[in-house]
């Protein structure tokens, strides 16, 4: 169970939406309870009355008093259930909430190279089934567990009130016995095959979505129908187990709903004996077995819940350990920035696992306000060198630090919406007039200027509305909009053709005057304005 902990600990920071779902959960349980038996009571002294009527006997009954409390419990089953209902389902939409924002937290701290051991296929199950595996902890598995060990004292006591402390004992036994088939044995029959099944639909998720980026090139090979017949193989296998599963599961489902119909056989057996004696009336000793019978519907809830449990530790192992915060198992040292320097890099050595390093025992110290421009070729780690200074990547030896900074990185991100929400991601609150000063920089005010939504223009999926250099000039625009004191740029001018560069760079020299900028690229001709250059790999 180790592997919730962090999970759990996150739920219960919300007690009191909780406790509030959990009181909603146990007055629908006991107005379901309280109807039942006090209908079965009802019934049974109507019925008696009549026999004595019949047999012209003095009898009376109160129809008022019972059937008022019937109507009670019938509108407050149906209330407090649509209320339950509707709380909890928004209980557990802010507990999603939670999961993801300290899911995405994690993902954030972890370094990039960590994040790239995983394919794109697996980070889209974690972020999907694995965090759908987390929500309902509450609502399917914890509330309804503790409900139903509550609900079995209250009958317990209720027994020993009504009948007798032996009888009462012997109830709790037979609902105990069915407590644990309902959960512990079902958790101990299914947590290995739940757990299998969970990695199986992961694998066989990743399988389809690899078939289909690559169904194309399975085409050319002629491999379509055989991959197809190998994909079908693996969802029998998957299948199997869930039958398996769902098997066991039912089992333990109806030998706990048997020992709940033997509790309220046991109790009007036995209070039978205690009715011959003249210690209870008949409407009373059907009251017991009938209150017992409603306990069906809450412990119906737990042998799906405990079945699926091991799937549930199977995903949030996952998440704990592909979101884990340290970048492959070395920690970041921590270094102190010298006054006036905005970077200092101290015998630093970048490598990816099971690769050699990309440069070893890296010094460099930038001063505040300097422009440093690194040149290298393809693959001398260039973009590797900047992840580092930005953060994103944990040197395998040596330590960075360097003040808070913008990063503008090789690939162009663009998000499908506008332009105006595109480049306030970099500064939130720059006005309109700022935006257009900045595109005029990067030579996008007349493009957009033209356009009927001007700011407001739509850039389409990944900005498919614009050409490569557009799209380039565009993320430029937003990393020049950050306020933050140092600027990392690896390739600003991709795609931007010679006459365009000059003109971005004469303007951005005015633009980051007094700001530190370190720039890279592969010719000194794609670099802006630098006060020194430093080679790569010579």
Not at 304 to 322: I, V, Y
Request: proline share 4%.
């Amino acid at each position: 169970m180790s592997e919730l902990k962090p999970w759990l600990t996150l739920i219960y920071q919300r007690p009191g939406r909780l406790f509030v779902g959990a009181l909603l959960m146990l007055a629908a349980l006991l107005s379901g309870l309280g109807l039942l038996a006090l209908s079965g009571w009802f019934i049974t002294e109507t019925a008696l009355v009549g026999v004595l009527l019949a047999a012209s006997l003095p009898a009376t009954i109160n129809l008022y008093v019972p059937g008022g409390g019937i109507r009670f419990f019938a509108v407050s089953r149906t209330v407090s259930r649509y209320v339950e209902r509707l709380y909890n389902h928004d209980t557990v939409l802010l507990l999603l909430t939670d999961i993801r924002v300290a899911l995405f937290r994690k993902l954030a701290a972890a370094g990039r190279g960590q994040r790239r051991e995983l394919t794109g296929a697996q980070w889209l199950s974690r972020l999907t089934s694995d965090v759908d595996a987390l929500d309902t902890l509450y609502l399917r598995l914890i509330a309804p567990t503790a409900l139903a060990a509550f609900v079995a004292l209250l009958l317990f006591a209720l027994a020993w009130i009504l009948f007798d402390v032996r009888i009462a004992t012997g109830v709790a036994l037979i609902l105990g016995i069915a407590f644990v088939v309902a959960t512990i044995g079902v958790y101990a029959r299914t947590a290995r095959i739940a757990a299998r099944q969970s990695d199986q639909q992961e694998s066989l998720r990743m399988a389809v979505v690899e078939h289909l980026e690559g169904f194309a090139e399975l085409t050319a090979a002629g491999r379509v129908g055989k991959h197809g017949a190998w994909l079908m193989r693996q969802a029998h296998q998957t299948a199997t187990e869930q039958v398996k599963a769902d098997s066991r599961t039912g089992w333990h489902l109806a030998g706990s709903n048997l020992l709940i119909n033997l509790s309220a056989a046991f109790a009007l057996w036995a209070g039978f004996e205690l009715f011959r004696a003249g210690a209870i009336s008949g409407p009373v000793l059907v009251l017991q077995p009938i209150a017992l019978l409603g306990l069906a519907e809450v412990y119906s809830m737990l042998p799906e819940a405990f079945g699926k449990l091991g799937a549930t530790q199977a995903s949030a192992a996952r998440l704990n350990r592909d979101c884990r915060s340290k970048d492959f198992e070395d920690v970041r040292e921590a270094i102190e920035l010298p006054s006036g320097a905005a970077l200092l890099a101290k015998d630093l050595t970048v490598k990816y696992p099971e690769h050699a390093p990309l440069f070893t025992h890296f010094d460099l110290q930038v001063a505040t306000g300097e422009r440093v421009g690194i040149l290298g070729h393809s693959g001398s780690g260039k973009s590797s060198l900047a992840d580092t200074f930005s953060g994103l990547l944990t040197p395998s030896s040596g330590a960075s630090s360097s003040l808070p900074c913008a990063y503008l990185t090789q690939k162009t991100v663009l998000f499908e919406d506008t332009l105006r929400a595109n480049l306030l991601l970099g500064a939130p609150d720059t006005s309109d007039a700022q935006l257009w000063r900045v595109l005029e920089m990067v030579d996008l005010a007349e493009r957009f200027g033209s356009e009927r939504d001007q700011l407001d223009t739509w850039l389409g999926s990944s900005g498919s509305r614009l050409s490569g250099g557009e799209a380039r000039r565009v993320v430029l625009a937003r990393v020049l909009l950050s306020p933050a004191p140092l600027l990392i740029l690896d390739e600003p001018f991709t795609g931007v053709d010679a006459p365009t560069r000059e003109k971005i760079t004469k303007q951005m020299d005015i633009w980051l005057e007094g700001r530190t900028v370190i720039s890279l690229a592969h010719g000194p001709e794609a670099l802006p304005g630098t006060d020194r250059v430093i080679h790569l790999g010579v």
